[in-house]
């Protein structure tokens, strides 16, 4: 893991851009906004755009933690029991510009129509109604390592989280491909296109919540997401078989979501995944995000996931903001409605 420790004038200069960017838009989830965050991303502190540039180009590490930006936890108000029932909608905003800002230093931001309404940032804090599931508003169980959306080819590069407030200091954990220790025969099989990965809980149909957009979605959208939802269906009746291990065979990459390829393995295949799975906890590491931190994990390197925690659900709880981001957004124009919309369904 790569730490990046923003430098006082750092801080000042993001600040200004801030104060700028907040007088011409009122919300993170304005399209203009998302037109302009990439020429104000170049605007950004010359040390904190090499450093998300090499981390891009190079590939040193899976994960990058860039830290020091002030939040003051008054300002925020109280940790929202649903996303839908947020009291100040805006309330993140003077952080969230920062974070879309830097997190265009390694692509386009990209939304589902599957999550959260559509929206491009997501919270990410406890809701009751989830405490038990396999879902990033789960908090009483451990929620297991995978990388993100491994089912869909068109996936996420990177993860970006955003602390606004970890009162009990709850782990995200981690493992990057690069240090797992695999023996050659099952490095072999897992790079084979044998293995079926299922549509997690957030995309499947029956979990997605009624009304919002979905209710004033012209034509086109509606044919969109009536396709999606198709190829959510047949995904979880005939998984396309993809390989675990991909690109260099030197230095691969992964994906990998177990708990969402139980029982749609054959055998031979499964043990190749309960070798790589074990490898995998062996490199597990973990770091407790503070208010302020924004870390950037690489989708193809690494896999995540939380440590169990108890919420009080009172409002002081674990809250985070979470970005996905594309390095190539030309390539879901068949699953967008126009060149510059950000939503794929």
Not at 163 to 170: I, K, S
Not at 195 to 223: T, Y
């Amino acid at each position: 893991m790569l730490k990046l420790r923003l430098r006082d004038e750092d801080v000042v200069a993001i600040e200004k851009i801030t104060d700028e960017v907040a007088g011409r838009f009122s919300s993170i989830e304005d399209p203009a906004l998302h037109r302009a965050a990439q020429v104000y991303a170049h605007e950004l502190p010359r040390g904190l755009r090499s450093a998300l540039v090499d981390f891009r180009l190079t590939e040193p590490s899976g994960v990058l933690v860039v830290s020091g930006l002030p939040v003051d936890d008054t300002v925020l108000g109280p940790t929202p029991p649903d996303w839908r029932e947020k009291e100040a909608p805006d309330a993140t905003l003077r952080l969230d510009i920062p974070f879309l800002l830097i997190g265009c230093l390694l692509g386009e931001p990209i939304a589902w129509a599957t999550q959260q309404d559509g929206r491009l940032m997501h919270d990410i804090f406890p809701i009751r109604a989830h405490e038990h599931g396999q879902i990033g508003w789960g908090s009483a169980e451990t929620l297991a390592w995978h990388t993100e959306d491994a089912f869909h080819p068109l996936r996420t590069d990177y993860l970006g989280l955003m602390c606004l407030r970890n009162p009990d200091g709850v782990e995200t954990t981690f493992a990057d491909i690069a240090d797992v220790r695999l023996d050659d025969a099952t490095r072999a099989v897992l790079a084979e296109k044998r293995f079926r990965i299922l549509p997690d809980d957030s995309h499947r149909p029956q979990n997605q919540v009624e009304g919002g957009r979905e209710d004033q979605e012209g034509p086109e959208a509606a044919e969109l997401r009536r396709r999606s939802a198709e190829r959510v269906e047949s995904a979880l009746r005939f998984p396309e078989p993809v390989a675990v291990l991909f690109g260099s065979p030197e230095n691969p990459y992964v994906r990998l979501d177990p708990y969402y390829m139980q029982g749609v393995q054959g055998e031979y295949e499964q043990r190749a995944l309960d070798k790589i799975g074990k490898a995998l906890d062996d490199a597990m590491s973990g770091v407790a995000l503070v208010p302020g931190d924004i870390a950037f994990i690489d989708n193809y390197r690494v896999v995540h996931g939380r440590k169990p925690f108890r919420a009080r659900f009172d409002g002081t709880d674990r809250w985070l903001r979470r970005l996905n981001i594309t390095r190539d957004l030309r390539k879901s124009r068949h699953a967008r409605l126009s060149a510059g919309a950000r939503v794929i369904y």
